[in-house]
């Protein structure tokens, strides 16, 4: 079966704007979780969603919000694009209500300019 | 301090040889996680432990519950070998995992 999907692969964008990234999971997963990755601080939990309910989230600003979707897919927000928010952003999927079995998507990788 | 501990950060080890990372932690954890992430981003889930220890192919994972430890092996190594390994925690009772700073191994031929 077809692996986590995210979308787009690559996005370069200004300081002020905003950003939608997209996660389609893995078919019958209905748990999503995203993910930040930089260089200085390593991969930190964003958020965690399950049946379209927001269970979990990091400590990230208000800027980053994300959403589930009924058919478990879930786009993130990130307004008011600052460079620090420069990153891989990754996505998993599992099937059920925990993280047991998680399976990440490529990611996306976001330059802010 | 980091709730979950790697070492080493830095791996260099030549074709064949017998290698370990090791992963410490310090709260209650539902699942710990190996991660092995190639360069291009993508990260493939390895191992996925609750307690003991699994085998696949010449990858071994082994938790310690009591002693809040794990170790990830990986004999007659190899330069695909090459990667970053992460060890994640699923914390007890949230819906988050919570990340080691990875383990950069590299393998020469």
């Known amino acids: 079966k077809a692996g986590v999907t995210q979308t787009p692969r690559y996005l370069i964008k200004t300081r002020g704007q905003q950003v939608t990234l997209s996660c389609s999971p893995i078919s019958g997963h209905r748990s999503v979780s995203w993910y930040q990755q930089t260089p200085g601080q390593g991969l930190q939990f964003l958020f965690e969603y399950f049946s379209e309910t927001q269970r979990n989230k990091g400590n990230f600003p208000g800027r980053f919000s994300g959403r589930q979707f009924s058919n478990s897919r879930s786009e993130m927000n990130v307004s008011t694009l600052e460079l620090g928010d420069s990153a891989l952003y990754l996505c998993?999927?599992?099937?059920?209500?925990?993280?047991?079995?998680?399976?990440f998507g490529q990611g996306t990788r976001l330059t802010v300019v | 301090k980091n709730e979950v501990e790697q070492s080493p950060q830095n791996l260099t080890a030549q074709e064949g040889e017998f290698i370990t990372i090791n992963c410490s932690y310090s709260v209650g954890i539902s699942a710990l996680h190996w991660l092995q992430q190639h360069p291009g981003g993508g990260i493939v889930s390895l191992f996925m432990?609750?307690?003991g220890k699994k085998k696949h192919g010449r990858l071994i994972a082994t938790i310690n519950i009591q002693e809040k430890h794990s170790s990830l092996h990986i004999t007659a190594s190899h330069p695909r070998d090459s990667a970053v390994y992460i060890c994640?925690?699923?914390?007890?009772?949230?819906?988050?995992?919570?990340f080691g700073q990875g383990t950069r191994l590299t393998i020469n031929p």
């Open positions: 432990l609750s307690s």
């Open positions: 994640a925690v699923s914390i007890q009772g949230a819906q988050k995992l919570v």
């Open positions: 998993a999927s599992s099937p059920g209500s925990t993280l047991l079995g998680a399976f």
